[in-house]
Protein backbone atom coordinates (compact mmCIF):
# COMPACT_ATOMS: atom_id res chain seq x y z
CA UNK A 1 0.00 0.00 0.00
CA UNK A 2 1.10 3.57 -0.25
CA UNK A 3 2.19 5.53 2.58
CA UNK A 4 4.20 8.38 2.87
CA UNK A 5 6.16 8.93 6.32
CA UNK A 6 7.33 12.11 8.11
CA UNK A 7 9.08 11.66 10.74
CA UNK A 8 10.04 14.75 12.21
CA UNK A 9 6.68 16.14 14.01
CA UNK A 10 8.14 19.55 14.63
CA UNK A 11 11.37 21.70 13.95
CA UNK A 12 12.64 24.87 15.20
CA UNK A 13 15.26 26.82 13.73
CA UNK A 14 16.82 30.57 13.63
CA UNK A 15 16.70 32.87 10.92
CA UNK A 16 19.01 32.15 8.26
CA UNK A 17 19.84 28.68 9.18
CA UNK A 18 19.41 26.12 7.01
CA UNK A 19 16.39 23.52 7.48
CA UNK A 20 15.76 19.82 5.68
CA UNK A 21 12.42 18.21 6.09
CA UNK A 22 12.32 14.61 5.82
CA UNK A 23 9.89 12.44 3.73
CA UNK A 24 10.09 8.93 2.64
CA UNK A 25 7.33 7.08 0.87
CA UNK A 26 6.34 3.95 0.03
CA UNK A 27 4.51 2.76 -3.14
CA UNK A 28 4.82 -0.41 -5.44
CA UNK A 29 3.93 1.59 -8.68
CA UNK A 30 6.49 2.39 -11.16
CA UNK A 31 4.85 5.30 -12.24
CA UNK A 32 3.94 8.14 -9.14
CA UNK A 33 4.20 11.79 -8.44
CA UNK A 34 5.69 13.35 -4.85
CA UNK A 35 4.77 16.64 -4.38
CA UNK A 36 5.14 19.54 -1.80
CA UNK A 37 2.85 21.43 -0.13
CA UNK A 38 3.12 24.11 2.36
CA UNK A 39 -0.12 24.99 4.99
CA UNK A 40 0.67 28.70 6.70
CA UNK A 41 -1.74 29.21 9.59
CA UNK A 42 -4.82 30.41 7.18
CA UNK A 43 -5.39 26.67 6.31
CA UNK A 44 -4.74 26.84 2.85
CA UNK A 45 -2.42 24.53 0.72
CA UNK A 46 0.20 26.09 -1.06
CA UNK A 47 1.33 23.67 -4.27
CA UNK A 48 5.44 23.89 -4.09
CA UNK A 49 6.82 21.07 -6.38
CA UNK A 50 5.52 17.66 -8.42
CA UNK A 51 8.21 15.62 -9.19
CA UNK A 52 7.23 12.33 -11.58
CA UNK A 53 9.31 8.70 -10.63
CA UNK A 54 11.36 9.33 -13.73
CA UNK A 55 13.12 12.38 -12.81
CA UNK A 56 15.88 11.58 -10.20
CA UNK A 57 17.58 15.39 -11.18
CA UNK A 58 17.42 17.27 -8.04
CA UNK A 59 15.99 21.09 -8.41
CA UNK A 60 16.07 23.87 -6.86
CA UNK A 61 14.71 26.97 -6.30
CA UNK A 62 15.72 30.32 -4.89
CA UNK A 63 15.71 29.08 -1.38
CA UNK A 64 14.18 25.90 -1.75
CA UNK A 65 15.89 22.68 -2.99
CA UNK A 66 14.37 19.11 -3.32
CA UNK A 67 16.85 15.54 -3.32
CA UNK A 68 14.58 12.88 -4.91
CA UNK A 69 16.43 9.69 -4.06
CA UNK A 70 14.70 6.51 -5.94
CA UNK A 71 17.13 4.12 -4.15
CA UNK A 72 16.00 5.26 -0.37
CA UNK A 73 12.29 6.01 -1.40
CA UNK A 74 12.91 9.82 -0.06
CA UNK A 75 12.18 13.37 -1.40
CA UNK A 76 13.46 15.55 1.15
CA UNK A 77 13.05 19.27 0.86
CA UNK A 78 15.53 21.73 2.07
CA UNK A 79 15.17 25.90 2.97
CA UNK A 80 18.28 27.68 2.66
CA UNK A 81 18.72 30.43 4.96
CA UNK A 82 15.60 30.49 6.62
CA UNK A 83 13.03 33.00 7.06
CA UNK A 84 10.38 33.93 9.69
CA UNK A 85 7.79 33.61 6.88
CA UNK A 86 8.86 30.09 6.38
CA UNK A 87 7.39 29.07 9.47
CA UNK A 88 4.31 26.86 8.41
CA UNK A 89 2.88 22.86 8.33
CA UNK A 90 4.89 21.40 4.91
CA UNK A 91 3.31 18.28 3.69
CA UNK A 92 4.92 15.58 1.29
CA UNK A 93 2.23 13.73 -0.26
CA UNK A 94 2.42 10.73 -3.19
CA UNK A 95 -0.05 10.94 -6.43
CA UNK A 96 -1.43 7.07 -6.80
CA UNK A 97 -2.37 7.28 -10.43
CA UNK A 98 -4.86 4.73 -10.91
CA UNK A 99 -5.09 4.06 -14.32
CA UNK A 100 -8.32 2.12 -15.00
CA UNK A 101 -9.96 4.59 -13.05
CA UNK A 102 -8.36 7.54 -13.95
CA UNK A 103 -7.41 9.32 -11.00
CA UNK A 104 -4.72 11.19 -9.04
CA UNK A 105 -5.81 10.53 -5.80
CA UNK A 106 -3.40 12.47 -3.01
CA UNK A 107 -1.83 10.16 -0.03
CA UNK A 108 -0.10 12.96 2.30
CA UNK A 109 2.16 12.18 5.21
CA UNK A 110 1.42 13.80 8.95
CA UNK A 111 3.42 16.90 8.14
CA UNK A 112 6.23 18.81 9.58
CA UNK A 113 5.68 22.05 11.59
CA UNK A 114 8.24 24.39 10.98
CA UNK A 115 8.62 27.11 13.34
CA UNK A 116 11.72 30.18 12.48
CA UNK A 117 12.32 32.16 15.54
CA UNK A 118 13.77 35.58 14.31
CA UNK B 1 -7.39 34.64 -12.10
CA UNK B 2 -9.66 33.37 -9.22
CA UNK B 3 -8.52 30.63 -7.41
CA UNK B 4 -10.04 27.58 -6.07
CA UNK B 5 -12.94 28.98 -4.10
CA UNK B 6 -14.90 27.25 -0.61
CA UNK B 7 -17.74 28.76 1.09
CA UNK B 8 -18.34 28.78 3.43
CA UNK B 9 -15.72 29.71 5.99
CA UNK B 10 -16.67 28.19 9.18
CA UNK B 11 -20.08 25.87 9.72
CA UNK B 12 -21.04 24.76 13.62
CA UNK B 13 -23.37 21.79 13.12
CA UNK B 14 -25.21 19.56 15.71
CA UNK B 15 -24.67 15.84 15.64
CA UNK B 16 -27.22 13.80 13.29
CA UNK B 17 -27.57 17.04 11.45
CA UNK B 18 -26.83 17.08 7.33
CA UNK B 19 -24.28 19.53 6.40
CA UNK B 20 -23.20 20.83 2.81
CA UNK B 21 -19.96 22.20 1.47
CA UNK B 22 -19.61 24.07 -1.55
CA UNK B 23 -16.28 24.18 -4.15
CA UNK B 24 -15.98 26.35 -7.38
CA UNK B 25 -12.65 25.41 -8.91
CA UNK B 26 -9.96 27.26 -10.26
CA UNK B 27 -10.61 28.92 -13.56
CA UNK B 28 -9.48 25.84 -16.44
CA UNK B 29 -9.88 23.09 -14.09
CA UNK B 30 -12.50 20.50 -14.81
CA UNK B 31 -11.79 17.99 -11.81
CA UNK B 32 -12.44 18.25 -7.99
CA UNK B 33 -11.23 16.22 -5.04
CA UNK B 34 -12.48 16.46 -1.69
CA UNK B 35 -10.39 15.57 1.61
CA UNK B 36 -10.68 15.99 5.24
CA UNK B 37 -7.99 16.89 7.26
CA UNK B 38 -8.09 16.50 11.11
CA UNK B 39 -6.41 18.32 13.50
CA UNK B 40 -2.40 18.28 13.58
CA UNK B 41 -3.58 15.37 10.95
CA UNK B 42 -2.62 15.36 7.40
CA UNK B 43 -5.26 15.38 4.31
CA UNK B 44 -7.19 12.82 3.78
CA UNK B 45 -9.06 11.54 -0.01
CA UNK B 46 -12.77 11.90 0.31
CA UNK B 47 -13.29 11.53 -3.61
CA UNK B 48 -12.37 13.04 -6.65
CA UNK B 49 -14.72 14.08 -9.36
CA UNK B 50 -14.60 14.42 -13.10
CA UNK B 51 -16.97 15.07 -15.68
CA UNK B 52 -19.68 15.11 -13.15
CA UNK B 53 -19.21 11.33 -11.98
CA UNK B 54 -17.45 10.03 -8.65
CA UNK B 55 -14.32 8.58 -10.26
CA UNK B 56 -12.60 6.89 -6.95
CA UNK B 57 -13.38 7.12 -3.37
CA UNK B 58 -11.40 6.94 0.18
CA UNK B 59 -12.23 4.66 2.51
CA UNK B 60 -15.24 7.14 3.90
CA UNK B 61 -18.29 5.97 4.75
CA UNK B 62 -22.03 6.47 2.19
CA UNK B 63 -22.45 9.37 4.95
CA UNK B 64 -20.04 11.29 2.52
CA UNK B 65 -21.60 11.97 -0.69
CA UNK B 66 -20.81 14.57 -3.52
CA UNK B 67 -21.70 15.97 -6.78
CA UNK B 68 -20.38 17.58 -9.34
CA UNK B 69 -22.41 19.77 -11.43
CA UNK B 70 -22.14 21.27 -15.06
CA UNK B 71 -20.14 24.31 -14.45
CA UNK B 72 -17.73 21.49 -12.80
CA UNK B 73 -18.35 23.41 -9.23
CA UNK B 74 -18.75 20.65 -6.31
CA UNK B 75 -21.05 19.64 -2.99
CA UNK B 76 -19.60 17.76 -0.26
CA UNK B 77 -22.75 16.42 1.73
CA UNK B 78 -22.18 14.55 4.68
CA UNK B 79 -25.61 13.30 7.13
CA UNK B 80 -26.23 12.50 10.22
CA UNK B 81 -23.01 14.19 11.25
CA UNK B 82 -20.34 12.61 14.37
CA UNK B 83 -18.47 14.38 16.67
CA UNK B 84 -15.86 13.14 14.53
CA UNK B 85 -16.59 14.62 11.28
CA UNK B 86 -14.81 18.21 12.98
CA UNK B 87 -12.34 18.85 10.81
CA UNK B 88 -11.04 21.08 7.90
CA UNK B 89 -12.57 19.90 4.70
CA UNK B 90 -10.48 20.54 1.30
CA UNK B 91 -11.59 21.39 -1.98
CA UNK B 92 -8.86 20.79 -4.70
CA UNK B 93 -9.18 21.43 -8.31
CA UNK B 94 -7.04 20.35 -10.98
CA UNK B 95 -7.54 19.85 -14.98
CA UNK B 96 -7.81 16.33 -16.32
CA UNK B 97 -6.71 13.35 -13.93
CA UNK B 98 -4.22 11.03 -13.96
CA UNK B 99 -1.63 11.88 -11.39
CA UNK B 100 0.36 14.61 -13.95
CA UNK B 101 -1.60 17.66 -12.76
CA UNK B 102 -0.61 19.62 -9.67
CA UNK B 103 -3.96 19.95 -7.94
CA UNK B 104 -4.51 23.22 -6.31
CA UNK B 105 -6.48 23.66 -2.98
CA UNK B 106 -8.78 26.25 -1.42
CA UNK B 107 -8.71 27.37 1.67
CA UNK B 108 -10.88 25.17 3.51
CA UNK B 109 -14.31 25.35 5.46
CA UNK B 110 -14.30 24.61 9.10
CA UNK B 111 -16.79 22.11 10.11
CA UNK B 112 -17.29 21.52 13.90
CA UNK B 113 -19.81 19.42 15.29
CA UNK B 114 -21.51 19.69 18.85
Known amino acids: AQKVTQAQTEISVVEKEDVTLDCVYETRDTTYYLFWYKQPPSGELVFLIRRNSFDEQNEISGRYSWNFQKSTSSFNFTITASQVVDSAVYFC???????????????FGTGTRLQVFP | DAGVTQSPTHLIKTRGQQVTLRCSPK?????VSWYQQALGQGPQFIFQ???????QRGNFPDRFSGHQFPNYSSELNVNALLLGDSALYLC?????????????FGPGTRLTVT
Open chain 1, 93 to 107: ALSEVTYFFNTDKLI
Open chain 2, 49 to 55: YYEEEER
Open chain 2, 92 to 104: ASSYGTGGSYEQY
Open chain 2, 27 to 31: SGHDT
